[in-house]
């Protein structure tokens, strides 16, 4: 297993650029007790999911060198929108556009993280590691909605208005990002399987195969395995 690694210059600039983001799949949950005093419990978010701590730490590399640059892309759109507004149905149709298609690439980043990580460690996902992928998933659409009702420019269509050209931001804004999910979703499925068939079709060119040479003439039956076999000409 040690050969399929990837090499330390995949994992980021140093180990500790890792263990960071090693860091960053641990929860912390806190629960008061019957003292009133809270009390801390670590554990790991993923718990099913068979790739190992090196292998996550490599899909989070990943994913969050990706969503640097998302985010950067993203809020520069957003400031040029803003710059640009003169009207107020336009300005909320270019950032609900934007907020959208920054939030759908990072989705897809997010699965194409994981595959990739899947990919060099040579396991295929199970069902339970793609429900993990899943649940994550959901969990970041609903994050990223409630920023993106709250970014600049949206201040004032937390309320439905009939007169304006989407009446109903906060509900646009989520049917966007469903949309934008059941994508990623469909996107990690066929890279699953996409997988699966590349690890089953390695197995089947690795499975050994009996081979006879023979040098001159045969000029008898031939006969293989067995025990006490005799050959006759």
Request: hydrophobic letters at 30%; a neutral charge.
């Amino acid at each position: 297993m040690t050969g399929n690694l990837p090499d330390s210059s995949r994992f980021g600039k140093s180990h500790a650029e890792a263990a960071t983001k090693r860091r960053l799949l641990f929860r912390v949950t806190t629960n008061g007790n019957s003292n009133g005093k809270a009390k801390t419990n670590t554990q790991w978010s993923v718990r099913s999911m068979r790739l190992n701590t090196e292998f996550r730490s490599y899909a989070q590399t990943l994913y969050h060198q990706r969503h640097s640059e998302l985010v950067v892309s993203r809020e520069n759109k957003l400031r040029s929108i803003l710059i640009e507004a003169g009207d107020v149905d336009w300005r909320v149709n270019h950032i609900t556009n934007a907020i959208y298609e920054s939030h759908r690439e990072l989705l897809c980043a997010r699965v194409d993280s994981y595959l990739a990580a899947y990919r060099v460690s040579g396991l295929m996902l199970d069902k339970g590691d793609e429900q993990e992928i899943l649940d994550e998933l959901r969990n970041l659409n609903s994050t990223e909605l409630d920023y993106g009702l709250r970014s600049k420019g949206l201040e004032d269509q937390w309320q439905p208005n009939a007169d304006r050209a989407i009446p109903n931001v906060p509900q646009h804004l989520m049917d966007r990002f469903e949309m934008a999910l059941n994508q990623a979703c469909a996107k990690l499925r066929s890279g699953s399987l996409e997988i699966s068939h590349d690890y089953n079709h390695n197995r089947a060119d690795q499975q050994p195969t009996n081979t006879l040479m023979i040098n001159g003439d045969n000029h008898g039956p031939i006969q293989q395995g067995g025990s006490g076999n005799i050959q006759t000409s």
